[in-house]
């Protein structure tokens, strides 16, 4: 019975959905975190009689046929891209992304890599680098006797010395777009690598060629909403049982027949 294979797809297609909802719930808390959504497509379908198929000599034709669906495939797993809120921490090195693009890093093996997570820090020898330790692109040295930093809109970088009244330009963060963001490939630790999906990276100043602008002393949050994915968890939940009942009631008619004398 095809039944018992189609149900099967169904299970494993819901199987996968709360996986991705369970990623996302795990993920409401981290910085700058894009919900995923999980999307399907139907299968090919099995021709038993193909739709204006002539069915009499006088030439009369089938108007509907009959196609019998073979279940459900994932088409893909998609990034929702959501700006999360902006959330206030006061850290100078700490900057969110108001709009769309992302910052530059440089992996230690010296791949580019691009991230929303601005939760920055500085490193012994005074570069500006992630939570992971990666440098960020340009590389911005931050001196020993600086009192403060300040972080411009533009993604200038200034320095303030207990000497001088002005500040000291260390550099200007630069910021990546891409024509089709959500083809990047996700690598874990809130970092993206670039793919033939995505297109290569449209580097720019914050701010200019529709990219967003930085703000100093905010994180973002993540863009889960709590609320929707539970809501999808239960027909989720809901959509398995169901799949479920259809293979125990297949069972049970396969039961009969083999009892059949």
């Known amino acids: 019975m095809r039944a018992l294979k189609i149900a099967a ?5 819901q199987q996968l959905r709360v996986e991705t909802i369970s990623n996302n719930l795990a993920n409401m808390n981290t910085t700058a975190y894009n919900a995923r959504r999980a999307e399907f ?22 108007p509907t046929g009959v196609q019998v669906g073979l279940g459900v495939r994932t088409s893909s797993v998609s990034l929702h891209l959501a700006q999360g809120a902006l959330q206030e921490t006061g850290n100078d090195l700490d900057v969110a992304i108001d709009g769309k693009g992302y910052l530059e890093v440089t992996l230690p093996s010296g791949q580019a890599a691009f991230t929303r997570d601005g939760a ?13 330790g990666y440098a960020v692109a340009p590389e911005i040295t931050i001196p020993d006797d600086a009192q403060s930093i300040s972080v411009n809109a533009e993604g200038e970088v200034y320095a303030y010395f207990s000497d001088a009244a002005e500040g000291q330009l260390l550099g200007q963060l630069t910021m990546a777009g891409f024509t089709n ?24 100043t914050p701010g200019s060629d529709g990219l967003g602008t930085v703000r100093q ?4 949050n993540s863009s889960v909403d709590a609320v929707r994915e539970v809501t999808q968890l239960i027909e989720a939940q809901r959509g398995y049982e ?20």
Request: hydrophobic share 40%.
């Open 242 to 261: 169901m799949n479920a009942k259809v293979i125990s009631a297949v069972d049970q008619m396969m039961g009969a027949t083999t009892q059949v004398r």
């Open 41 to 62: 497509a139907d299968l090919h379908y099995q021709q038993v009689s193909r739709a204006g198929t002539v069915n009499a000599s006088d030439g009369t034709v089938l």
């Open 120 to 132: 920055l820090k500085r490193s012994a020898e005074g570069l500006i680098v992630t939570s992971d």
């Open 9 to 13: 797809t169904g299970m494993s297609a």
């Open 217 to 220: 002393g905010y994180l973002e």
């Open 181 to 204: 963001a959500k083809g990047l490939e996700a690598i874990g630790s809130n970092l993206f690598t670039e793919t033939e999906a995505s297109g290569a990276p449209i580097l720019s």
